[in-house]
C-alpha cells in the first residue's frame, strides 16, 4: 500500500502529534508499505529531504502566528501538492491537520479521486492559548473553530481521534463521518520501569543535570500556556511546605520558561524546581523512570503521548479532570484526577502518593498494566491499518 501522510507539524518537532505521526509512519516502513510525507519546512520556499526510509516534500512555510516556539505553517502549498500526487500515486490519503496543507490536497486528491481519510489532535484551546485572552474566551471563537473542523472533517471516507472522549467531542459539534477511536499508541519496550529508582543521581543517563531532590515529581511535555503548568507549581509549592524532601522536574521547552521561573521564584520553590529545557530520547525515559509520578494539569488533551510514556514507565498520574485524562487517570487506582484550578486537591493529591510507597507501587503497576493492555504500538498499528482498509473499501462502493 502507499500511503501519503500530511501534516502541519512533523520531525524535527516534538509536539503529540509530530511524535504519532513519525510514529506512524516508521511502521508502515517496517511492516513493507511505501510511505511519503508532505509538511511544511522550514524555509521561505519548498524543498525535498529523506527521513528514515520516508520521502518528505516540504512546503514553502512561514513562523506560525503568535506563537513563539518556532512551529512553521504552509503558506503555498499548490505546487509541492500536485507535485506528490503526480511523483507518487498514493493509494490512500490520510490528512492530520485541518490547515493550508490539508485543505489543498484535499481538493487535488478529490479531483483524481484519491481515498481520504484524517486525523484529529485539535481542540480549541490549542489554537487560541497563543491569541490575547478576549480570543480566548471567545465562545463565538469556539463556535467557529468547531463549526470549521466539522466542515473540513465532513469530506473525508473516515476520520479518526486517539480517544472516545475526542471521538464523542466531534460527534457532538455535529460530525456525521464514520468515526474510529484509535490511540496514538507507546512503545512498551522503550518506555519500562526500573526496579532501583532510588538514587536518580547515580544513573549516567542523568549525569548532565543537578536534581533537585532524590524524590522529584515530574512534568514532561511541551512548557505552553495551554498546559497550565502554573497549577502545577503552585500545587507543589504547597504540597513542599509539608513535605520539604520533595522536588520537581519540568522537562521540555516552551513560550511559558520565563513566567513559570519567576512564578517558583515568587513562590520560593526555584530551588527545588529543575527546568530541563528539551532533553534528549534517552534522558527523556530515565527521567521518567526515576520521578515519584507524573502530573499534568492540562485542560487541552484529546490524549496525552506523555502521560501514557510516563504510565508506561510504572508511574502514577495526577491529572485534571478535563479531556480525554480520565481515560487514563483512575481515581483511586493509578492515581486521583483533581478539578482545574484546585491547588489544595493538588497539594494532597501528591502528598498522598509521594507519603505511601505501598499506595505508590500499586498504582505505579496499574499504569503499567494499563498501557500494555489498551495502548501498545501494535494494537494501534493494527487499528491504523484497519482504518485505511475501511476507507479503501468504502472508496471501491
Not at 473540513?152 to 467531542?169: C, D, G, W
Not at 511535555?221 to 520539604?244: H, W
Not at 483511586?332 to 501528591?350: F, Q, R, T, V
Not at 498504582?363 to 489498551?374: E, M
Request: aromatic share 8%; proline share 5%.
Amino acid at each position: 500500500m502507499k500511503v501519503l501522510i500530511s501534516s502541519e507539524s512533523y520531525w524535527p518537532n516534538k509536539d503529540g502529534g509530530a511524535v504519532f505521526e513519525e510514529r506512524l509512519v516508521g511502521q508502515l516502513i517496517a511492516d513493507g508499505h511505501k510511505v511519503c510525507v508532505l509538511v511544511p519546512g522550514v524555509k521561505w520556499r519548498k524543498y525535498e529531504e529523506d527521513h528514515n526510509g520516508s520521502h518528505i516534500y516540504r512546503t514553502a512555510s512561514m513562523p506560525l502566528p503568535l506563537n513563539k516556539d518556532g512551529y512553521r505553517i504552509t503558506y503555498y502549498a499548490a505546487s509541492q501538492v500536485k507535485k506528490v500526487l503526480h511523483e507518487f500515486k498514493p493509494d490512500i490519503i490520510h490528512i492530520n491537520t485541518m490547515a493550508i496543507t490539508g485543505e489543498v490536497l484535499r481538493r487535488y486528491a478529490k479531483k483524481l479521486g484519491i481515498p481520504l481519510v484524517a486525523t484529529n489532535h485539535l481542540m480549541p484551546e490549542n489554537i487560541f492559548m497563543s491569541f490575547p485572552k478576549f480570543v480566548q474566551r471567545s465562545k463565538r471563537a469556539e463556535n467557529l473553530f468547531w463549526r470549521q473542523l466539522v466542515r473540513f472533517h465532513e469530506n473525508f471516507l473516515a476520520v479518526s481521534s486517539p480517544t472516545p472522549s475526542a471521538i464523542q467531542l466531534l460527534k457532538e459539534h455535529g460530525l456525521t463521518r464514520p468515526l474510529f477511536a484509535i490511540s496514538n499508541g507507546v512503545d512498551t519496550e522503550q518506555y519500562h520501569p526500573i526496579k532501583d529508582k532510588s538514587l536518580p543521581s547515580k544513573d549516567v543517563r542523568l549525569q548532565r543535570f543537578t536534581l533537585p531532590s532524590e524524590r522529584y515529581i515530574i512534568y514532561l511535555g511541551r512548557v505552553n500556556a495551554e498546559k497550565r503548568i502554573d497549577m502545577t507549581v503552585d500545587g507543589f509549592a504547597a504540597a513542599l511546605k509539608k513535605d520539604s524532601g520533595l522536588g520537581m522536574v519540568i522537562a521540555g521547552k516552551g513560550n511559558r520558561v520565563t513566567q513559570l521561573q519567576k512564578q517558583c521564584e515568587e513562590l520560593g520553590v526555584a530551588e527545588k524546581v529543575l527546568f530541563t529545557g528539551l532533553v534528549s530520547d534517552e534522558e527523556k525515559v530515565a527521567l521518567l523512570q526515576h520521578a515519584q509520578l507524573y502530573i499534568i494539569t492540562s485542560p487541552a488533551e484529546l490524549q496525552s503521548i506523555a502521560t501514557m510514556e510516563a504510565m508506561a514507565c510504572g508511574l502514577p498520574v495526577i491529572a485534571v479532570d478535563i479531556a480525554a485524562l480520565h481515560e487514563l487517570c483512575h481515581t483511586g487506582k493509578n492515581g486521583y484526577l483533581i478539578p482545574l484550578n484546585d491547588i489544595e486537591a493538588c497539594s494532597d493529591a501528591i502528598l498522598k502518593i509521594t507519603g505511601d510507597p505501598e499506595l505508590q507501587e500499586r498504582f505505579a503497576n496499574y499504569s503499567r498494566q494499563y498501557i500494555l493492555d489498551h495502548h501498545s504500538h501494535a494494537s494501534s498499528y493494527k487499528a491504523f491499518l484497519d482504518f485505511y482498509h475501511f476507507a479503501l473499501k468504502e472508496a471501491r462502493k
